[in-house]
C-alpha cells in the first residue's frame, strides 16, 4: 500500500501524450491493456494537467491473458465497471495533453483512442479485438459500419467519421401560412410553406413541397415554385438535420368565400412519422357589400376519434365579412343523443340541445376563435351541426357548418394472466382532453389514432397531437405542451380485471425522436403516484422501445402501480409532453420481467358462459346473545367447461366492521348495508367456500340477504341469491324474562314490603 496502488490520479507515474483533436466536445476514451489478474487491470486519464472525475478508474475484468479494449468506469455498485463512463470533455479543438496516470503496478498499455460519437444513440459503436471501430445498430446489432485501425497518422490526428445516422429515415413537418388572414377578389396573396427536418443527425434530399389550391384561387407567380394543374409544387432540395427551408409563391382570390391551400411533401428517404405531414391553412376573401355578414369558416377538432365517455375540443372560426363590426352573436351546437358540451362557464346537455355559445365582439375583416368541449355518452359517431345566429344577418347561406369525429369500437375489457396484463394502446374506453386551457395561438393535445405501421404491435398506436414542442430547442408552451401533474393533460382510460393485488411493474411501448415526446404519467382509478408512475424513454432514438424508467432516468427506478385490491380497475395514461406516442402497455407482478419485441398478445378478457351458484348455511340458525354462529358460503361453478372470473358477493344485513374476518375471499370491503366481497375466479366444477363468524349483541334477529354477480356470462341467475335469518334465544327458550327472574323479583318485592310494615 503506498507503493503499488494510487487510488486517484496525479499520484502515480504519469504518460503524457500531445493529441491534436480536430473539434471540441465529449469524447468516450477506450485503452487497449493485457490484463493477468486482479491487481493489474485499472489506470487513470485526464486532460490538460486536470483530472475529472470522469477518467478515474478505467477498469478490465474480461479478456484477462490478451489484448482487449475497454472503456468502463469502475464504481462502488459495478466493480467491473460501467462501459463508455470514462470520458472527457474538450473545450477546443488544437493540441491538447491526455494523461493516464497508473491506479496498479504491473498495468500494460499498448493503445488508447479518444472516440466522438456524432449520432443520436441509435448506433453502438466500439473498438473490437482485431483493431476496429464497429458501429451496429443499438436495436438489432446489425452491423452499420467498420473502420479499422489506424485511421491517420498522428500528425494529422486521429479523426474517425463516425455514421451519423444509418437509418435511411427521416422526419419532415410542414406549415403553411399567408400574409393576411383577409383579402378581396383581385388582390394578391403572398403563400410561405416551411418544411423542418426534425432528425436530429439524417439530412433530407429530394425534399418538395405540393400545395393544392383551392378552386377559388389562381396561381400567381414564384422563382421556384411551378403550378401543375391545381397542385403548386415547391423544390427544397436537401435540408440538413434540424434545418429547415421555405418557399413562396403568390396567388390571387377570383372569389369570395373562405378560401384553403392544403400542403404535404415528399423526399428520397422515407418519414417515419407522418402525422405531422400535413398542414392546411385558410384565408376569407370578400368584398364588403353588406353591413352585417358573419361567416362560420371552418369546425376542427383535436381529435380524430372519439369512445363512450370521451372528449373532443372544437374549435369553431368566424370571419366578419362585413362593414360593421359584429355582437352579440352565438353558436347553436345541436347534440346528439347522451352528448354534453362545456364551453367557459356554458354547459348543457342533448335535452338543452341546441346549446347557445357566446361569440365575443368581432371587428370587420376580422376572425374570432370559439373553443368548446363535447363529451359522449355512446358509441356512436359524433354528428355536430354548428350555426352561427345573428340578428340582422344580411346573409344566411355562410352561417352553418358542421363536423363528424368517427367513433372508436376498439375499446376492450382486459385481465391479468398470471400475474401479467397485455394492452394494446388504441384498446381504450375513454379519451379525455387536458384539464388545462390552451395557450394563446395552441389547440390543447390530445390522443389520436394511427393505423397501418408495420412496427406497432397490431399495426396501431396512440400519439398526442398537436406536437407543439417537437424539439430539444422549441420552447416549451405552458398548457399546451407540458402536463406536470398526472390527469391534467390528455388522458386514456383502460378497463382492467387484476386477479390478484400486489405490486405491478409498468412496461410501455413508446417512440420518441427527443426527450421533449418522450415523457407519460400512469395513474389508477384517477389517483397519480408521483415518484413511481411518470414514465420515460431514456434513449430516444424514433424507434419503438419499453419504456420502464420512473422520472430521472440517471435514478433508473422501476416505475410501477400499487394494486390494492383484486377486482375491476381503470388504468389510466396521461401525457406528461404532447408527441408522445404509445403501443403497448404491460403490468407484471414479476420485477425482473423484461419485455421484448412486441410483447406478449393482448390480456383481453372474453365473457363466458358460466353458472355460478350461492348456497348459504348457518351453523346455528339460533343463538343467545353474544354467542356466535358461523356463515358458510359455498359458490359452486355447474359450468363443466368455462371458468367464472370476477365474482362479487353482497352480504347485507350484518355488521359493516365484519369485513376484515370474512375468510376465502380475494377482498372484503364494508358497504352501506354490511359488506361486499370478491373472489378472482371459480374454476370450472368447482366449489368455493368462505365463512364469517356471527354474534349477535342485542336482543334483536339478523335477517341476512346474499346477492352474487360475476363478469362471467352467468347462464342462470336465479340460484345467484340466498338468504338466511339468524335468531336470538335466552336460556329459557322464552323471548321474555324466565320463571326465575320473576320469583326473584317477588321475593324481593315482599322483602321491602315487610321491611316497611
Request: charged share 15%; with cysteine; hydrophobic share 40%.
Amino acid at each position: 500500500q503506498g507503493q503499488n496502488f494510487w487510488g486517484g490520479p496525479g499520484a502515480g507515474p504519469a504518460l503524457h501524450y500531445n493529441i491534436d483533436i480536430p473539434q471540441p466536445g465529449r469524447y468516450i476514451i477506450y485503452a487497449k491493456a493485457y490484463s493477468t489478474g486482479t491487481e493489474d487491470n485499472g489506470i487513470h486519464v485526464g486532460i490538460n494537467s486536470t483530472t475529472p472525475e470522469s477518467g478515474h478508474r478505467l477498469q478490465w475484468c474480461n479478456g484477462k491473458h490478451t489484448w482487449t479494449w475497454s472503456s468502463a468506469q469502475r464504481t462502488d455498485a459495478a466493480h467491473c465497471g460501467v462501459p463508455k463512463m470514462i470520458y472527457l470533455d474538450i473545450a477546443s479543438a488544437g493540441q491538447n495533453t491526455i494523461t493516464f496516470w497508473a491506479r496498479e503496478d504491473g498495468f500494460e498499455l499498448d493503445q488508447f483512442i479518444l472516440l466522438k460519437e456524432d449520432h443520436d444513440g441509435s448506433l453502438n459503436c466500439f473498438p473490437t479485438a482485431n483493431d476496429s471501430i464497429r458501429c451496429e445498430n443499438a436495436t438489432t446489432a446489425e452491423l452499420v459500419s467498420e473502420t479499422y485501425l489506424p485511421v491517420t497518422v498522428l500528425d494529422q490526428g486521429n479523426q474517425i467519421d463516425t455514421p451519423a445516422d444509418s437509418d435511411g429515415l427521416v422526419d419532415l413537418s410542414i406549415a403553411i401560412e399567408a400574409d393576411d388572414d383577409f383579402t378581396n377578389p383581385g388582390q394578391v396573396i403572398t403563400y410561405t410553406v416551411t418544411v423542418w427536418n426534425n432528425d436530429v443527425a439524417e439530412s433530407a434530399t429530394g425534399v418538395v413541397a405540393n400545395i393544392t389550391l383551392d378552386a377559388g384561387l389562381q396561381f400567381n407567380a414564384s422563382e421556384n415554385c411551378v403550378l401543375s394543374g391545381a397542385t403548386v409544387s415547391c423544390s427544397l432540395a436537401e435540408i440538413l438535420a434540424g434545418q429547415n427551408a421555405s418557399q413562396s409563391f403568390t396567388a390571387i382570390a377570383n372569389t369570395t368565400g373562405t378560401l384553403f391551400v392544403d400542403a404535404t411533401m415528399n423526399a428520397d428517404q422515407t418519414d417515419d412519422r407522418i402525422s405531422n405531414n400535413n398542414a392546411r391553412h385558410s384565408v376569407v376573401s370578400n368584398q364588403p357589400v353588406y353591413l352585417l355578414d358573419a361567416a362560420l369558416d371552418e369546425l376542427t377538432a383535436n381529435s380524430n376519434i372519439v369512445a363512450n365517455g370521451s372528449s373532443v375540443e372544437v374549435s369553431a372560426s368566424i370571419s366578419n365579412l362585413g362593414s360593421d363590426p359584429i355582437t352579440d352573436a352565438q353558436l347553436a351546437i345541436t347534440l346528439p343523443a347522451d352528448a354534453s358540451l362545456t364551453a367557459g362557464d356554458t354547459s348543457c346537455d342533448a335535452g338543452s340541445s341546441p346549446c347557445l355559445v357566446s361569440v365575443p365582439a368581432i371587428l370587420a375583416a376580422q376572425r374570432a376563435t370559439i373553443v368548446f368541449t363535447v363529451t359522449t355518452g355512446s358509441n356512436s359517431d359524433l354528428a355536430l351541426p354548428v350555426e352561427v345566429q345573428l340578428n340582422g344577418d344580411e346573409v344566411s347561406s355562410n352561417n352553418t357548418a358542421s363536423l363528424t369525429i368517427d367513433a372508436t369500437d376498439n375499446a376492450a375489457r382486459v385481465i391479468s394472466v398470471n400475474g401479467i396484463v397485455s394492452v394494446e394502446a388504441e384498446q381504450f374506453s375513454s379519451a379525455s382532453p387536458s384539464s388545462l386551457s390552451p395557450a394563446d395561438g395552441h389547440t390543447t393535445p390530445a390522443w389520436s389514432l394511427f393505423s397501418g405501421d408495420t412496427d406497432a404491435s397490431a399495426q396501431a398506436y396512440m400519439s398526442v397531437l398537436p406536437d407543439s414542442r417537437s424539439s430539444e430547442t422549441a420552447p416549451a408552451v405552458s398548457g399546451a405542451s407540458n402536463f406536470s401533474a398526472g390527469g391534467s393533460g390528455p388522458t386514456l382510460a383502460y378497463p382492467v380485471i387484476f386477479e390478484q393485488a400486489g405490486r405491478y411493474f409498468l412496461h410501455v411501448r413508446m417512440r420518441a425522436d427527443n426527450s421533449q415526446n418522450a415523457t407519460l404519467h400512469a395513474g389508477l382509478n384517477n389517483v397519480w403516484p408521483v415518484a413511481s408512475t411518470q414514465i420515460t424513454v431514456c434513449d430516444p432514438d424514433n424507434q419503438w422501445q419499453w419504456a420502464t424508467t420512473a422520472g430521472d432516468c440517471t435514478a433508473e427506478s422501476p416505475a410501477y402501480i400499487d394494486v390494492a385490491t383484486p377486482g375491476e380497475q381503470l388504468l389510466q395514461l396521461s401525457a406528461a409532453t404532447d408527441g408522445s406516442q404509445i403501443d403497448k402497455i404491460l403490468l407484471t407482478t414479476d420485477a425482473a420481467y423484461l419485455a421484448a419485441d412486441a410483447g406478449p398478445d393482448a390480456t383481453i378478457f372474453i365473457a363466458g358462459n358460466a353458472d355460478v351458484e350461492l348456497i348459504a348455511e348457518l351453523s346455528s340458525t339460533s343463538v343467545e346473545l353474544n354467542e356466535s354462529s358461523t356463515l358458510t358460503l359455498r359458490m359452486s361453478n355447474l359450468s363443466t367447461d368455462t371458468a367464472a372470473t370476477g365474482i362479487s358477493v353482497s352480504i347485507d344485513g350484518i355488521d359493516p366492521a365484519l369485513a376484515d374476518s370474512v375468510s376465502g375471499f380475494d377482498y372484503c370491503q364494508a358497504s352501506d348495508s354490511g359488506v361486499i366481497c370478491q373472489l378472482a375466479t371459480i374454476a370450472a366444477g368447482a366449489e368455493h367456500s368462505a365463512t364469517i363468524d356471527l354474534a349477535l349483541g342485542e336482543a334483536a334477529d339478523m335477517p341476512i340477504d346474499m346477492e352474487l354477480l360475476t363478469l362471467s356470462s352467468d347462464t342462470d341467475q336465479s340460484n345467484n341469491s340466498a338468504a338466511v335469518e339468524l335468531k336470538v334465544t335466552t336460556s329459557s327458550g322464552g323471548g321474555g324474562l324466565g320463571i326465575s327472574a320473576i320469583l326473584v323479583l317477588l321475593i324481593l318485592g315482599l322483602r321491602r314490603r315487610n321491611a316497611r310494615g
